[in-house]
């Protein structure tokens, strides 16, 4: 307001020194009252807190909207945003449990909750939640070995917060995340790093081509197994079809054969069977000599012929008692 109030006195001397005295006057009257107007009221945007002192002394907050204060006491002194705030904070060297050094670097995300003690709590506190975040990053790698910081980013990200946010209810802030961006270790231990991963991939390569081999001798061993009990099984069913096949084949041959011999011996016993029979046993007799001579290159001729009657007659008599023993003889009358 002072700055306002210098201008416009110079100005209202430019017109005095230039011959406008009549108007200086006046001018200085709207001009000053204008200024006051300005003073007098203060537009506060969304999601921004302005802190008022009076007589260098702490007054009040205002609001966001139009809020008036008294020209020449009051005056804002402190400008807040209310806003979720992104804050990166530069990349440090810690030291790890195990003597590493590991490069870290991330970002705080921050809300100004009190703009009176983010006036007064601290004389910088940007700077101050940045230095306590690197002290508590530092302390919290040291507590790890090396391998163990990239498995424990959340933990480490909480603890960080945990801390920030216990201090921060002095500041007026409110801490709301902190994110770790980069682990950046040494060239050498980088290599090592990659030849450790490299090494632990080949081996789960040859681990899992292993198991594959062992599996498929498996598969193959049962599939044998699995052919050799199928193919016992077929024998098996195969040679019990052919038992009771034979069996059959037996009972029907027999069957047919005592059909057979039933019938003959029906014939038998009718008018001219004997001579049929007679017949029979010579056409028989017969064939059966003309097969004996045709295995040799010799004609085997009998030397009695009479052989043929010979061995007829005695056919029929066999067959003859076997009739006689077959039809029991009749009851006898008295």
Known sequence: MIGKLIVVVVITLVLISQGYAAYAVPFFIIAFGVVLAIESFKVVPQQQAWVVERFGKFNRVLEPGLNGIWPFFDRVEYKHSLKEVPLDVSEQVCITKDNTQLGVDGIIYYQVTDPRLASYGSSNYIAAITQLAQTTLRSEIGKMELDKTFESRDEINRQVVAVLDEAGRTWGVKVLRYEIKNLTPPEAILRSMQAQITAEREKRALIAKSEGQRQEEINLAEGVK?????????????????????????????????????????????????????????????????????????????????????????????????????????????
Request: hydrophobic share 50%; proline share 4%; glycine share 8%.
């Open 226 to 334: 699995q052919a050799a009990v199928l193919e016992s099984e077929g024998q098996k069913i195969a040679a019990i079809n052919r038992a009771e096949g034979e069996a059959k084949a037996i009972t029907t041959i027999a069957d047919a054969t005592a059909a057979a011999v039933r019938a003959v011996a029906s014939s038998m016993s009718e008018p001219g069977g004997m001579n049929a029979a007679n017949l029979k046993v010579a056409e028989l007799y017969i064939a059966a000599f003309g097969n004996l001579a045709k295995t040799g290159n010799t004609l085997i001729v009998p030397s009695n012929l009479s052989d043929v009657a010979t061995l007829v007659s005695s056919a029929m008599t066999i067959v003859s008692g076997a009739k006689s023993a077959a039809i029991p003889a009749a009851p006898k009358q008295g």
